[in-house]
């Protein structure tokens, strides 16, 4: 483990989120509503430490790329070193209490979990809902393969890091050069970016609203402007919100392809296929569970439960509603949905619905040889067999996700949290969805948890949004063995 290389990279992803922090700086001066000394301060203490660490290591063997352990280190590093600075003008703003409070939001943030503190959002200064919303649009694709555009300039290679940082069992290299297949994603998120805020504007939302939206939305955040989240906007607001969510929570590879005039790789995956067979029974269901119970006319029925199960699904976690309000079937539903989360290669959260493709297969596999002992049976996915590396890899991560579910729960409950709440949150922060259930739902926030509930929360987010391996191997002893 080369630790100068590891903390030289560290220092690198540094300075960027110090560099984004000018953005909101120059909001907070346009619109002077106080925020801008807090902003400016947590930007010129980013950017020293950032620096410090950049340049303080910046002598490292350049002889050897980079292996996949430094390139997991930088990762978890760089996204708990992200969670830490961005907290600062939080901190410094008073707005959003003291240190724990700030760390949860910029955590929330960054991993796009959109779970909140805050009680009174309107109430906050429009510089720090500005950096709020771009802590989630930097997250959203990661900014660690953001980064990857300037590895070659630093004498590194990057595919270790791609490959710790972008969500699923395997990444799908668009281009022979890392480089190259990070500019192209973000490339691809810039323009459905700059297509839905000139939608949510249209839609009647002032240009900053716009843009927030736009972060939450697109990085499957949830983080609003308002307090009654989109319910404040129209239903042109609410369909648009939607659409988007979809597209968001889908492999982004096939965006890029699809743009490229592959119109056909879309139908060819698997896991397209069954995100949206997942999506469109789901929200079937809570349709007919809510019309008429909550909602008399069908067009409002429909768009809030496509609204809410898209949400959901997407872990987004917008609202329009408060779905615990509503019949426990459509309740279900949507619980269900935070255990599944997005596509591989999405801005969104949970287990995967490739993943559980793979496992859906394995266990009809496992019936099988019940029923046909002496067969040989091969869990395919799309017509092509799942190598056994990949499989042992989906059934690790399973385990670890439910069993790192469990434990936190445990450990939120030890804080003096209600059971149902522990679960609702757990599942909500490691999941990255952002409501849950019991007092931290749609109508609620997360302000009245204790701190070791907040830090705990805080943890699980950062492992559900880098993939739980990417972490826990820190943890592991033959991890700094040579």
């Known amino acids: 483990m080369r630790w100068p290389l590891v903390l030289h990279l560290v220092g690198a992803l540094t300075v960027c989120v110090g560099l984004c922090m000018a953005v909101p700086a120059l909001l907070a001066w346009w619109y002077g509503q106080g925020d801008l000394p807090a902003i400016l301060q947590g930007m010129a203490l980013t950017l020293a430490a950032g620096l410090l660490l950049f340049l303080g290591f910046r002598r490292h063997d350049r002889r050897r790329p980079m292996n996949h352990r430094e390139g997991m280190a930088v990762t978890a590093l760089g996204w708990v070193a992200a969670g830490f600075f961005g907290a600062l003008p939080f901190l410094f703003s008073g707005h959003f209490g003291g240190l724990t409070d700030s760390v949860f939001e910029s955590v929330s943030g960054f991993t796009t979990t959109g779970a909140s503190i805050l009680t009174d959002i309107e109430a906050v200064p429009r510089g720090l809902l500005f950096w709020r919303g771009l802590t989630h649009w930097l997250g959203g694709m990661g900014i660690i393969v953001l980064s990857l555009a300037i590895l070659p300039y630093l004498g590194v290679g990057g595919m270790q890091l791609y490959k710790a940082e972008v969500p699923g069992p395997t990444p799908d290299k668009l281009k022979p050069r890392i480089k190259d297949t990070a500019l192209a994603l973000w490339k691809v998120y810039v323009l459905l970016s700059a297509v839905l805020a000139v939608l949510f504007m249209l839609g009647g939302m002032d240009p900053f609203e716009s843009f927030c939206h736009t972060f939450a939305t697109l990085a499957t955040g949830g983080f609003s402007t308002r ?181 936190g729960v445990l450990v939120v409950s030890a804080a003096g949290v209600d059971l149902l709440t522990a679960f609702g949150a757990g599942l909500a922060c490691i999941g990255n969805v952002g409501p849950g259930v019991g007092a931290v739902g749609p109508a609620e926030n997360y302000a009245h948890l204790p701190a070791l509930a907040k830090w705990t929360l805080s943890a699980l987010m950062i492992l559900g949004r880098l993939e739980i391996f990417t972490v826990m191997v820190l943890f592991m002893p033959e991890f700094w063995r040579k």
């Open 227 to 407: 307090n009654a989240s989109l319910a404040a906007y129209g239903p042109f607001v609410q369909y648009a919100a939607t659409l988007f969510m979809l597209l968001s929570g889908m492999n982004f590879a096939l965006h890029y392809r699809l743009l490229k005039g592959s119109p056909g790789a879309m139908w060819r995956d698997p896991e397209w296929r069954g995100f949206c067979a997942v999506f469109l029974a789901g929200a079937a269901v809570i349709m007919l569970c809510i019309h008429d119970a909550n909602y008399p006319s069908a067009e409002e029925s429909f768009r809030h439960a496509a609204f809410q199960a898209a949400s959901i699904l997407t872990t987004t976690g917008f609202a329009t509603a408060d779905y615990e309000a509503w019949p426990f079937l459509a309740q279900g539903v949507l619980l269900l949905f935070m255990f599944i989360g997005g596509s591989a290669g999405s801005t969104g959260g949970g287990i995967k619905v490739m993943r559980l493709q793979v496992v859906a297969g394995a266990v009809g596999k496992e019936l099988n040889r019940l029923i046909h002992p002496r067969a040989v049976y091969q869990v395919k996915l799309g017509g092509r067999v799942v190598p056994e590396d990949v499989l042992s890899g989906v059934w690790g991560f399973f385990a670890l996700w439910l069993g790192l579910y469990f434990l």
